[in-house]
T-cell receptor, first 112, second 114 residues
Framework: GQQVMQIPQYQHVQEGEDFTTYCNSS?????IQWYKQRPGGHPVFLIQ?????EVKKQKRLTFQFGEAKKNSSLHITATQTTDVGTYFC????????????FGKGTKLSVIP | KAGVTQTPRYLIKTRGQQVTLSCSPI?????VSWYQQTPGQGLQFLFE???????NKGNFPGRFSGRQFSNSRSEMNVSTLELGDSALYLC?????????????FGPGTRLTVT
C-alpha cells in the first residue's frame, strides 16, 4: 500500500532559525496536503498542493511539491514560538481514492 | 459555521467491552473520515463515509466498524476492546471539491482501555 515517509521526526530550533520538514511518498500523488497540530489539539489544514513543481507561500511558510509528485517540503523562515507543534503531510494517491495517507509528522520545538 | 463535534471527549473502558463514538460534521459536509492517533503509529486511517456509504477502509480488524446517517452524522464502534485500542480517535469532515479535499478535524475522543 501507499506509504508516506516524513523526516525528521523531531526538530529543535532556536527562535529565529529556519525549519524544514520533508515528505516522501512511495507512489505518485494526485495531491498533497499539510496539517499542523498544536500540543493537545487536533490537526488543522494548512494547504493543498496539486500541480507538479508547485510552490505556495503563506507568510513565513513555503510549501513545495516535487516535479515527480512524490515528494514535498514545508519550510518555515525565522521560526517563532507560535510555530510549535507537529506538522503532518498527507497524500492522496489518485483518482478514485478517498483515503489520505498521513506521514508520521515532524514535531517542532522552538527555544525562545 | 460550527466546527466538527465529537462525543464523548474522554472515555475509559475495560478490556472486552465495546464503545461507540459519535461525530457531527460541519453543516453541508457529506464526507466523514475516521482516524486513530497514537504516539507510535501516528495518524492511521480507519474508514471514510460519503452519503451513508463506506467508500474506503484502512487496515484495521473487523472489530472496528462505522456507519453514517442520512444527516451525515457518523458513528464508529469498537467491539471487544483491547489495551492497544487506547488512542485519540479523530473524525474529519470535508466537502468534496476537485480531486482532493481538505479535511476539518474534530477535537477527538480520547479512549483509554484498562
Amino acid at each position: 500500500g501507499q506509504q508516506v515517509m516524513q523526516i525528521p521526526q523531531y526538530q529543535h530550533v532556536q527562535e529565529g532559525e529556519d525549519f524544514t520538514t520533508y515528505c516522501n511518498s512511495s507512489t505518485t500523488l494526485s495531491n498533497i496536503q499539510w496539517y499542523k497540530q498544536r500540543p493537545g489539539g487536533h490537526p488543522v489544514f494548512l494547504i493543498q498542493l496539486v500541480k507538479s513543481g508547485e510552490v505556495k507561500k503563506q507568510k513565513r511558510l513555503t510549501f513545495q511539491f516535487g516535479e515527480a509528485k512524490k515528494n514535498s517540503s514545508l519550510h518555515i523562515t525565522a521560526t517563532q514560538t507560535t510555530d510549535v507543534g507537529t506538522y503532518f503531510c498527507a497524500g492522496l494517491s489518485g483518482a478514485g481514492s478517498y483515503q489520505l495517507t498521513f506521514g508520521k509528522g515532524t514535531k517542532l520545538s522552538v527555544i525562545p | 459555521k460550527a466546527g466538527v463535534t465529537q462525543t464523548p471527549r474522554y472515555l475509559i473502558k475495560t478490556r472486552g467491552q465495546q464503545v461507540t463514538l459519535s461525530c457531527s460534521p460541519i453543516s453541508g459536509h457529506r464526507s466523514v473520515s475516521w482516524y486513530q492517533q497514537t504516539p507510535g503509529q501516528g495518524l492511521q486511517f480507519l474508514f471514510e463515509y460519503f452519503s451513508e456509504t463506506q467508500r474506503n477502509k484502512g487496515n484495521f480488524p473487523g472489530r472496528f466498524s462505522g456507519r453514517q446517517f442520512s444527516n451525515s452524522r457518523s458513528e464508529m464502534n469498537v467491539s471487544t476492546l483491547e489495551l492497544g485500542d487506547s488512542a485519540l480517535y479523530l473524525c474529519a469532515s470535508s466537502f468534496r471539491q476537485g480531486i482532493g479535499y481538505e479535511q476539518y478535524f474534530g477535537p477527538g475522543t480520547r479512549l483509554t482501555v484498562t
